[in-house]
C-alpha cells in the first residue's frame, strides 16, 4: 500500500514527523481558538505557500477538499443567512485550511513514519498492557489483510453471478464474512506458528 | 545437548467428542520423513503437534528433549511450519518485510537481519522483488515467499502441511527441488506421491492411526490400496 | 462478569490479532467501489458502517472496538482505506470526523449489547444493539463534533446527517443483524470462544 504519501524533495519532506504533528496541532489551536478574518486570511496564505514549498501538484492539493467541499457548503450556508456573509467566510475559510493543512502532513509523511510515531506513542500505555510491538504487528498485519478482503469480496460476488443469484446483499456478505473468519483462523494459526504467543 | 529426534509417545488427540489420532507413538530421526494418508487421516494434526500447534489430549511430544506441553516456545524456535495457502501465512505487507518478521521478533541485530534477507530472496528467485506487496506475487512465488520467512530464523526442523496443494506442476517442482537442498530436517506432509521418492521414511496414517512406517516405495504402495 | 473489568488488560493472542485485522480489512475493503453496491454507487452511502456494525455483532466488544481502532489508525498514518479512497490526517480536520471516531464506540456498544445473549442471537436484540450502536452512538459522537467544527447548531447538523446517512444506516443495520445471525449460526465456535479461553487458561 502506498498511501497518500507525495514524493518530493523538500524541507516538509525531511522535517521530523513530530515536529510537523506540533506544528499542525498549534496551528489548529489558533485557527479555531482565536479565529477571526485576520488569522484565517493569514494562514490561508500560509497553506498556499507551504504547499507550493513542499511542491505539491496544486490538483492534488485541491483534490484533499473535495470531499469535504458539500458539508462546508452546508455550514457557509447556513451562516449566510444567520449571520453574514463574513462569518461564513471565515468559518468556511477556517475548515478548508484546517483540512489542507493536515493532508499537507499526510502528502510529505510517509506511512511507515507515521506507523512509527503510533509505535512511539503507545510506549506510556505500557502499563495498560499495551505491547507496543503488537500494536505495529497489528497495524502491519492489517495493511496486508487489505487485498486479501477486497480478493474475497470480489471472489464472492463473482460466484453470485455465477450462480444468478438475485440482487440480495445477503448472499454476498454471508459468505464473504465466513471466509473472512475462516481466513482469520489461518492467519492465526501461522501466527502462532511463527511464535507471536510465545 | 540432547539428541536430534522427533518423540511422539502415545499421543491421542480428541476435538470435542471426534478422535484425530489415537495411540501414536514414532520416533524420527531421519534427515527426511514423509507423511501420507486420506483427508482426514489425521495427518495434519500429526503435522501441528510437532511445533506445538496442537497439544495432544493423551501422551507427549518432544522434539530434540523438548517438551512441546512445557517448552512451546524453544520448540517453536526449532521448528518452521510451512501451511497449505500461502496467502494465509504471509502476515506482513511487503516480502522483505515478511521474511524479516520472525528475526526482527528474535530482536537480531537489524544488520544482520538486513543481510539475511537479502540472501534468502536471491536463494529463493525473488531478486527484485524486495519491497513488493506480498499480495501481487504469484501462488508460486507466495509459498516460495513463506518458505523463505520461516527458514530466515533458522529453524532445525521444518514441517510442512501440503505445501503443493495449491501450486501448479511447475511450482510444486520447484519447491521441491528446494526442500531437498535444505540441510534442516524435514517432515513433508503432501498429497504429491511423487515428491516422496527421495525420502528416507514415509509414514502412513489412515484414520487417526499411523498404519505404515516405512521405505517411501513401500508406503506409496499401501497407500495406493488403501485409496481403492 | 468478570470480562468488563478486564477486557482491556488481557493479552490479545494470535487468533485476536488475526480477527481484528481482518475484520479492520473488511471495513477498509467496504469502501472500495465496486466491492459492493447495495444503493448503487451515486449517494455518499458507503457499506463501511456495515463493516463497524458486523465487527460489533460478530467479534464482540473488545475486537469490535479494537478493529475500528485499527481503521483509524491506519487512515491517520495516510492510507486511503476510507470510502472513495479517502485517507491521511485531512480526514480528521473535516467536519466529518465525529462519525468517524464514532465507529469504535459504535462496535463496542453493538458488542457489548450482543455478548448478553450470545450463544444466542436474537433477531430482535441484534437489530437493537446495531441500531443503538451503529447508528444512535455514531451520530452521538458525529453531530456534536460537525455542529462544533462548523459553528452550526447541533439541530442543523442532526438534520443533514439524518437526511443524508439515515435511510441507509438502518438497510445496513438490518443486514447486519441477518448476517450476523447466519454467521453466528454457522459458526458458533466464535461465541463460545470467549467462554473457551477463560477454561482453557494459559495455554501456551
New interface residues.
Given amino acids: 500500500?502506498i498511501?497518500?504519501?507525495h514524493p518530493a524533495d523538500s524541507p516538509l519532506h525531511r522535517a521530523p514527523v513530530g515536529l510537523k504533528l506540533a506544528v499542525?496541532l498549534g496551528a489548529?489551536v489558533v485557527l479555531?481558538g482565536v479565529g477571526g478574518p485576520v488569522v484565517v486570511t493569514v494562514a490561508l496564505v500560509v497553506t498556499v505557500v507551504a504547499y507550493a514549498v513542499a511542491k505539491i501538484p496544486w490538483r492534488l492539493g485541491l483534490a484533499?477538499l473535495r470531499?469535504?467541499l458539500?458539508?462546508?457548503g452546508?455550514?457557509a450556508g447556513?451562516?449566510l443567512f444567520t449571520s453574514g456573509p463574513q462569518h461564513a467566510a471565515v468559518?468556511a475559510g477556517q475548515?478548508l485550511v484546517?483540512?489542507?493543512?493536515?493532508?499537507l502532513?499526510?502528502?510529505t509523511?510517509?506511512?511507515s513514519a507515521?506507523?512509527r510515531v503510533?509505535e512511539t506513542a503507545a510506549r506510556p500505555f505500557r502499563p495498560?498492557?499495551v505491547?507496543p510491538a503488537?500494536v505495529a504487528?497489528?497495524?502491519?498485519?492489517?495493511?496486508?489483510?487489505?487485498?486479501?478482503?477486497?480478493?474475497?469480496?470480489?471472489t464472492v460476488?463473482e460466484a453470485r453471478q455465477a450462480r444468478g443469484v438475485g440482487r440480495n446483499?445477503?448472499a454476498?456478505?454471508?459468505p464473504?464474512?465466513?471466509r473472512?473468519?475462516r481466513?482469520?483462523?489461518?492467519?492465526?494459526?501461522?501466527?502462532?506458528?511463527?511464535?507471536?504467543?510465545? | 545437548m540432547t539428541q536430534a529426534e522427533i518423540a511422539v509417545d502415545r499421543v491421542t488427540h480428541r476435538y470435542g467428542d471426534r478422535t484425530v489420532l489415537e495411540e501414536v507413538t514414532v520416533r524420527l530421526t531421519e534427515h527426511r520423513v514423509g507423511v501420507i494418508g486420506a483427508n482426514g487421516s489425521g495427518k495434519s494434526t500429526f503435522a501441528r503437534l510437532l511445533n506445538g500447534l496442537v497439544l495432544p489430549s493423551a501422551g507427549t511430544v518432544t522434539v530434540d528433549g523438548l517438551d512441546t506441553r512445557r517448552d512451546g516456545k524453544a520448540v517453536r524456535r526449532k521448528v518452521g511450519f510451512i501451511f497449505t495457502d500461502p496467502d494465509a501465512q504471509i502476515v506482513m505487507p511487503t516480502v522483505a518485510e515478511d521474511i524479516a518478521f520472525g528475526m526482527r521478533r528474535l530482536k537480531l541485530p537489524e544488520e544482520q537481519v538486513r543481510q539475511r534477507v537479502a540472501e534468502l530472496i536471491a536463494r529463493f528467485g525473488l531478486s527484485g522483488l524486495e519491497d513488493h506487496p506480498a499480495h501481487l506475487l504469484s501462488g508460486g512465488q507466495k509459498q516460495l515467499l513463506a518458505l523463505a520467512a520461516v527458514l530466515a530464523p533458522e529453524p532445525d526442523i521444518l514441517v510442512c502441511d501440503e505445501p503443493t496443494t495449491l501450486l501448479d506442476l511447475r511450482n510444486t517442482r520447484r519447491f521441491s527441488a528446494l526442500l531437498e537442498t535444505l540441510e534442516q530436517r524435514v517432515v513433508l506432509v503432501t498429497h504429491h506421491l511423487e515428491l516422496l521418492e527421495n525420502f528416507d521414511r514415509v509414514l502412513v496414517f489412515d484414520e487417526g492411526r499411523l498404519i505404515e512406517d516405512t521405505k517411501p516405495a513401500v508406503a506409496v504402495a499401501t497407500y495406493r490400496k488403501l485409496m481403492t | 462478569m468478570a470480562d468488563t473489568r478486564r477486557w482491556r488488560l488481557a493479552r490479545l493472542d494470535a487468533r485476536d490479532l488475526a480477527q481484528i485485522a481482518v475484520f479492520a480489512a473488511l471495513i477498509a475493503a467496504l469502501g472500495v467501489p465496486g466491492t459492493l453496491h447495495l444503493f448503487g454507487n451515486s449517494v455518499p452511502i458507503t457499506a463501511q458502517t456495515l463493516g463497524v456494525m458486523l465487527a460489533g455483532s460478530i467479534l464482540g466488544a473488545r475486537r469490535g472496538f479494537l478493529a475500528c481502532v485499527v481503521v483509524i489508525l491506519l487512515v491517520a498514518a495516510g492510507l486511503p482505506l476510507l470510502a472513495g479512497g479517502r485517507g491521511g490526517l485531512g480526514v480528521f480536520a473535516g467536519p466529518t470526523v465525529g462519525y468517524l471516531l464514532g465507529w469504535p464506540l459504535g462496535a463496542l456498544v453493538i458488542g457489548w449489547i450482543t455478548e448478553r445473549a450470545l450463544p444466542r442471537y436474537p433477531l430482535v436484540l441484534g437489530f437493537a444493539a446495531n441500531v443503538v450502536g451503529g447508528i444512535a452512538v455514531v451520530y452521538a459522537v458525529g453531530i456534536p463534533v460537525q455542529a462544533w467544527v462548523s459553528d452550526v447548531d447541533s439541530f442543523v447538523a442532526a438534520a443533514t446527517a439524518s437526511l443524508t446517512f439515515l435511510p441507509g444506516d438502518l438497510i445496513k443495520a438490518a443486514i447486519a443483524t441477518a448476517v450476523a445471525s447466519q454467521v453466528h449460526r454457522a459458526y458458533p465456535a466464535l461465541a463460545a470462544r470467549r467462554a473457551q479461553k477463560a477454561e482453557a487458561g494459559d495455554r501456551s
Fill in positions: 500500500m498511501g497518500l504519501y499542525l489548529m479555531f484533499q470531499p469535504v458539500w458539508v462546508i452546508v455550514a447556513f451562516h468559518v475548515l484546517a483540512v489542507a493543512l493536515a493532508a502532513l499526510t502528502l509523511t510517509r506511512v507515521m506507523l503510533f495498560l498492557g505491547d503488537r504487528l497489528l497495524l502491519a498485519l492489517t495493511i496486508r489483510c487489505v487485498p486479501l478482503l477486497i480478493n474475497i469480496l470480489g460476488r446483499p445477503l454476498l456478505v454471508t464473504a464474512v465466513v473472512a473468519l481466513t482469520a483462523d489461518e492467519l492465526g494459526e501461522a501466527l502462532a506458528a511463527r511464535g507471536v504467543d510465545d
